[in-house]
């Protein structure tokens, strides 16, 4: 029943946007249609989490730098775990500031949601093309400077089991070529309502999105750079494994 209600929930609230809200964004500049999606985003995802029957709970390690963030207006790059496709409206839903996604090439033609993933500034990204891998991400730079946030799954994939994977060098260069911080987040409690592979959905409402503190890129050394990747991964174990042992 709960699957049935959550894929419902998705499928309705969808055609819902598009047939009744999508049409709205054609007479809008990239700047009007960016906000609108973004608040449409929002209430889908929130949407989502209730069908799930899932609760919710965000753990600050340092909110007053998140806040300073959110004030200066300041690009980021958000860095997180990736346990479920519940990770997204989590993310969308829940964290304090509206970002886009760093997705793979083959969502930009998926009928109707690349549309929208356009609309919120998503860059796709080619892993199969280096040369065309490049310019997407000389493109997620210049948003990124443009003041646009973007979150990147460094696992490269969803972990079957809820533990973090190695993460993937390549994640981090956009935010050490544009010096844009680094968000560390960890979610913990979303495979459990939605594993890989499968469809079915089971209520979780002790899921937790622990925020931690941000992470200046521009005052990184060399060496300091070279470890980023381990430095964040590590924070993010630390933090996974804090919550599942109910100390965070």
Known sequence: MRTILYCATIVGTFLYGMIFRYPATFFMNTEQKKKYVEKIALRWARNCMWAAGSKVSLVYKNKESID???????????ISNHQSNMDIQVILGYFPKRVAF????????????????????????????????????KNAMGKIEKGYSYVIF?????????????????SFR??????????????D???????????????NKNIKMIIDEPIDVAVLNKAEIRELDNKVRDIIVKNLNESMAGQI
């Open 102 to 137: 760093i997705a793979k090439k083959e969502m930009e033609k998926w009928p109707l949601i690349g549309g929208w993933m356009k609309a919120m500034g998503c860059i796709f990204l080619d892993r199969k093309n280096a040369r065309q891998g490049m310019k997407d991400m």
């Open 189 to 203: 409690g979303t495979y459990k309502i939605q594993r890989k592979g499968s469809l079915k959905v089971k209520a």
């Open 154 to 170: 460094p696992e490269g994939g969803r972990s079957p089991d809820g533990s973090v994977k190695d993460f993937k060098k390549g």
């Open 174 to 187: 956009l935010a050490t070529d544009t010096k844009a911080k680094i968000i560390p987040v960890t979610i």
């Open 68 to 78: 300073e963030i959110i004030k200066n207006n300041e690009a980021f790059v958000l």
